[in-house]
């Protein structure tokens, strides 16, 4: 092609070292950031890649691809308890990338650290063989020793969901199956509610402060409830109670369910909800919740952890549930 | 195909966890990792990725690709002057990835990690719609205060130059036409030399020290030296002279210029070096010549730092060469 699209020095100057706000990313002239460490603080890394049609949709608008890059990592740090402070971006370029879809992924990016108060730090571009695709590692911190791992989770410890569960995984079945809005007679405002959930996680963020003052253990939900509520009993060596009448839903998933009741196994087994699952011991729980509502999330109890080996355990009206049947659901 | 490839998580176990030799990794059973900060110490952080068909050939030893994308990254932190601690793996595997080239990838990791004393500390793996990719951030840490910019240069600086250059741009070529190695008459034993300095860079990490204690500026040759001591000459506003009888070259490039002497361009102009250029105050240059040597690494002082506006001169015989003509060579 005529190719007057700006080259990688200029590509640098023009849309990403005005996005390197802090003094330690020294504005992207150098090929590392030097930062001064943060005293009685400790690190928390985390790096998430999103790829061209398997993590969003080649068509979706370059800032909402911006910002579900930055949020899926920021999603990790409040899962720690971590505050966020900020990233290095790998940009992978295919053949045919254009200036107006850079400066619309950029001003996205923009946007994201205004909202989370974070800067650019660094990074590479290259070209990519294929399609475009973000490399995003996010650096947060948090007061030393007081990071929360999936493994602690502790027989007695009351089992705390933010937000509502399966949205996202509701909104991707919707972006693959248009259809489905008239099966399930959605109206509009839920059926949008719906895509952008999955088009836009919100992070915890507020979360992080309460979650590391008070919890044994913490994991944001992106593989989905069932899953990384496994995870945190097969790390911590202990059992899970779900009382699924509990769980947090959505007017939109309500209106869903009561249309087919099949599709409660979407918020259980269906992913990128990115909320927040917290083990908070039994006697701090009335203060975490306090916290979090103070800090302006929604969370609710949806359990408890107990001994026993490691597995989840859903029940409804005091049953269990036989959770292959639920994970069936999957498949329709 | 009939898939016996392990799945993500048995791919983390497997493979990857192994290489999370710091505790702050823990063990890879989080989504991030959780490290003491380094007190006293300035963090550096550099990212820098590669993709097949890019960066390197696809069918290079999976080993040697894991050591290259260690490797550049470390040049960055050696030319900050910091020490290397960890990083974190982004890898995108394509659709026809086998268990005995992520095997083989992973072994090339721990020889790396072995031979630098890092560990791993994270990472993320996706499907890659096309190629293999590798993603990495690389953290190191310099006593605060200490970290070396490219805009530092002074007029009277002394220009030293690590190793020798040209080699790897040669070794490409070679790659790119095996019948060069004919025309050049080059010896089994230097072309296998110049091959080898393209396809396993070798950072200069033990120059680090002598580089922060000393050193005004300092870049890693990866662009080629008339560009990066370029970038140094914009950043500081300074100009550079460089003679180019003092430039540092190998027996094989030795051999290379006397059958054609165009090919003093490729040293010039060429890249992958993964040298460091450092400029060091005059009364400093004869202990940073010692703490280098004492470090085991070769180096030579090829110029000096003077007023004026940013370019670089190259002189022959106390000559100004063209650098133009000189850039030229690189098309043949």
């Known amino acids: 092609m005529g190719d007057n699209r700006p080259g990688e020095f200029e590509l640098i100057a023009k849309y990403l070292a005005p996005l390197a706000t802090d003094p330690g990313s020294l504005a992207l002239t150098d ?32 800032a909402a691809i911006a910002a579900k890059a930055i949020r899926v990592n920021l999603s990790d740090l409040a899962a720690k308890g971590a505050e966020p402070k900020g990233y290095l971006l790998g940009l992978g370029l295919p053949g045919d990338w254009t200036e107006s879809f850079l400066a619309e992924f950029c001003q996205g990016l923009k946007a994201e650290q205004d909202t989370f108060g974070i800067s650019l730090y660094g990074g ?17 911190t948090l007061p030393e020793g007081t ?11 009351a089992i705390f969901l933010t937000g509502t569960i399966g949205d996202a995984a509701l ?26 959930r999955y088009l836009l996680p919100r992070p915890r963020v507020k979360a992080a402060a309460a979650v590391r003052n008070h919890a044994n253990a913490a994991v944001d939900l992106s593989d989905g409830l069932a899953a990384d509520l496994g995870h945190i009993c097969e790390a911590s060596g202990v059992s899970a109670r779900v009382d699924i009448e509990k769980l947090p839903i959505s ?11 099949a599709e409660l196994g979407t918020c259980i087994a269906g992913g990128d909800d990115y909320e927040i699952l917290a083990c908070v011991p039994a006697e701090r729980a ?19 952890i107990a001994e026993g080996e490691a597995k989840v355990d859903f ?18």
Request: aromatic share 8%; charged share 25%.
């Open 124 to 140: 590479d571009t290259i070209r990519s063989p294929d399609g475009f695709f973000v490399s995003i590692t996010a650096i947060g």
């Open 171 to 196: 909104g991707l079945k919707l972006r693959l199956k248009p259809e489905l809005a008239g099966t399930l007679q959605l109206s509009d405002a839920d059926r949008s509610h719906l895509e952008n």
């Open 147 to 157: 990071g929360v791992r999936r493994s602690g989770a502790k027989p007695g410890d």
């Open 31 to 62: 090929d590392a950031a030097v930062i001064p460490s943060w005293p009685g603080q400790d690190l928390v890394l985390t790096k998430d890649m999103l790829a061209a049609g398997i993590h969003f949709f080649p068509d979706d608008p370059p």
């Open 315 to 332: 029940l409804q009206g005091g049953r269990a549930i036989d959770f292959a049947a639920i994970s069936g659901f999957k498949h329709f």
């Open 286 to 304: 009335e203060q975490f919740a306090a916290e979090l509502k103070a800090a302006g999330v929604p969370a609710r109890q949806i359990g408890e």
């Open 251 to 261: 007017k939109a998933i309500f209106s869903v369910i009561t249309k087919d009741a």
